[in-house]
């Protein structure tokens, strides 16, 4: 599809596709800049809320900020003058001991970032392999494991565990744009995502330029990191592997170990030679499926192999729940109980997303201490399937003996908010113009 034809910008739910069909007189830039398109994109970048940028432009503040300078950046987009601003480092520990180095662009730079993926998307997503899961609408982890479990069933009951080393720090610039523009020709986008790429970032007061990498947390660079890894994945086609890939985490299935040390050695020199980028050979192996881990998952070794929970995974479940309910932590029962919450429900939401566990304090046979039980509950019954008990020492005050926590259920399936009152604005009005009028 060029970018003159029919443009599909993903609404704000998944499950939802707009399609735009524009002129002639329309290039990308143009069908990025459309009302439709910009106030999904604010919905989301609101939705999402995270922390401020370089200039400490917060959610709250960003709509009164594009009332009074929307209409000027759109000019500089248009002209092809607009320069993003450097992204603010910030540091996140791993459990491995390392340190992931996130980006967090400004309130505005999301914004466009978010217009310009959901532009991107219905021109790349097509051609994207089928055996690619990651940051792809109506696609999960789930699904990525399930796909992984079928190999194994099917006899290749050997793993080519794949890990790529800084990949997000790693990307070479020319080779991702060269693949951007096979698809995309007009050029001030492609200034534009240039423009983002060598942004720069702010660390400790200085800004230092970005040669290589892109900032992992950006709205674009979900997009542009399957745009890069999806010439390894035609690759592996081309071979005739069975794999399955989320993000920069590649697992290839194959029925001896002996073939999957010839793969290894293939793939990464086509990773290496080709894509410029480093393949970790400390994580990566050739071992069996359930002597690794994927996606925080792992399996059994039975011939019907089952999933389950990678033991690494259960470990840091464990450490983590110790942390929040140890003696030594100063605070009342409720709110230990509600920072339980909060983790469990994340935990079990990626484990399971139908189920959900709820931390309730009860009665101890040997008082005064609590025993948490994490009941599982579905949206349509009440917590009666089985429970697992955790053991934290607690000391409750004297208002939560005997209280419960109430439950929680999801959203009834399509149900929405009301619409707002923005967005029923005639679509001939620009993005600029529905902001000034926002109350």
């Not at 190999?151 to 080779?175: A, S, T």
């Not at 690759?235 to 985490?249: I, K, N, S």
Request: proline share 6%.
């Amino acid at each position: 599809m060029n970018t003159q034809g029919t443009v599909r910008a993903q609404s704000s739910y998944p499950a939802q596709v707009r399609s735009y069909t524009c002129g002639t007189e329309y290039t990308l830039l143009e069908e990025m800049l459309k009302l439709d398109n910009m106030m999904v994109a604010l919905k989301r970048v609101e939705q999402n809320k995270g922390a401020a940028g370089v200039d400490k432009v917060d959610v709250k503040s960003l709509r009164p900020y594009l009332k009074e300078h929307w209409f000027r950046i759109r000019e500089e987009l248009l002209e092809g003058t607009y320069k993003p601003q450097p992204v603010r480092r910030v540091e996140i520990p791993k459990s491995d001991g390392g340190i992931r180095l996130l980006g967090i662009p400004t309130l505005v730079d999301r914004l466009i970032q978010q217009g310009l993926a959901q532009v991107l998307t219905p021109i790349f997503e097509p051609s994207f392999s089928n055996s690619s899961y990651g940051f792809r609408p109506n696609r999960s982890t789930h699904q990525a494991v399930k796909q992984a479990k079928q190999y194994i069933e099917e006899g290749y009951r050997y793993v080519v565990d794949l890990d790529l080393e800084k990949f997000f720090d790693r990307v070479n610039h020319d080779i991702l744009m060269a693949r951007v523009a096979r698809k995309v020709q007009d050029k001030r986008t492609l200034g534009l995502i240039r423009a983002y790429l060598n942004a720069g970032v702010m660390a400790n007061g200085v800004c230092v330029r970005s040669e290589q990498g892109v900032p992992q947390g950006a709205p674009l660079s979900p997009i542009l990191s399957n745009i890069i890894l999806d010439d390894l994945d035609k690759e592996l086609e081309r071979r005739g592997h069975l794999f399955v890939r989320y993000a920069d985490d590649c697992n290839i299935y194959v029925k001896t170990a002996r073939a999957g040390q010839r793969v290894m050695e293939g793939v990464k020199r086509f990773v290496e030679d080709v894509l410029k980028l480093k393949v970790n050979e400390q994580k990566s192996a050739v071992d069996r499926p359930w002597k690794r881990k994927f996606l925080g998952f792992s399996f059994t070794p039975e011939r019907k192999t089952r999933t389950r929970i990678a033991p690494k995974a259960r470990a840091k479940f464990e450490d983590k729940v110790r942390e929040l309910t140890r003696r030594s932590r100063s605070m009342s029962m409720e709110k230990r109980v509600d920072q339980l919450n909060v983790y469990l429900r994340g935990w079990m939401g990626y484990r399971h997303p139908k189920r959900y566990w709820i931390a309730r304090p009860v009665d101890s046979p040997t008082p005064p201490h609590v025993l948490f039980k994490a009941v599982e509950e579905t949206p349509n019954s009440l917590p009666q399937s089985r429970q697992a008990r955790l053991k934290p020492r607690l000391r409750p005050t004297a208002q939560w003996l005997g209280k419960r926590i109430l439950a929680f259920s999801q959203h009834a399936s399509g149900e929405q908010s009301p619409r707002s009152s923005l967005l029923g604005q005639p679509r001939a009005l620009e993005f600029g113009s529905v902001i000034r009028q926002a109350p």
